[in-house]
């Protein structure tokens, strides 16, 4: 994160734009379309610099050095996990468990999909130990 904090005129003018999806005083959120956007713009030799004015942003107040961490950023994750890498994950899965009770329903069907992994768990150890039988029989 930026040492660069954003004055109240700055939050509001980033927030217009429809390539932010937040905002604050400490940090901009991009839309994940922003971020297939500039992928797609810097692979064909763009800089990062030149693909945020195209969409509506002011450098001076978004800060050159934020463009260009933001853009590599980006670049790994794409690299690493392709176009999935770009998504915000952060709403959709918070690491908490989840704390109410379960219907008779939803308890029914995730214990039947416990027992179909398990079965399909016995299936995978019976094929290996046939494989593995036949193996030390050719020797």
Same mark, same amino acid.
């Given at each position: ?7 109240? @005129? ?15 005083? @400490? ?91 398990? @079965? ?17 029989? @050719?020797?």
């Amino acid at each position: 994160m930026s040492n660069k904090t954003f004055t109240e @005129k700055d939050v509001a003018i980033l927030a217009k734009n429809k390539n932010v999806k937040a905002v604050s005083m @400490k940090g901009i959120t991009y839309t994940d379309e922003f971020k297939r956007i500039f992928i797609i713009e810097n692979e064909k030799g763009k800089f990062p610099r030149e693909i945020f004015e195209e969409n509506g942003f002011d450098i001076d107040i978004v800060g050159i050095k934020r463009a260009k961490s933001s853009g590599s950023r980006w670049r790994a994750a794409y690299r690493n996990e392709g176009i999935c890498g770009l998504n915000d994950a952060r709403n959709a899965n918070t690491g908490r468990p989840r704390v109410r009770e379960l219907s008779a329903d939803e308890r029914c069907e995730r214990l039947k999909a416990q027992i179909n992994l398990l @079965k399909a768990e016995n299936e995978l150890l019976k094929k290996i130990d046939i494989l593995e039988r036949r193996l030390i029989s @050719k020797k």
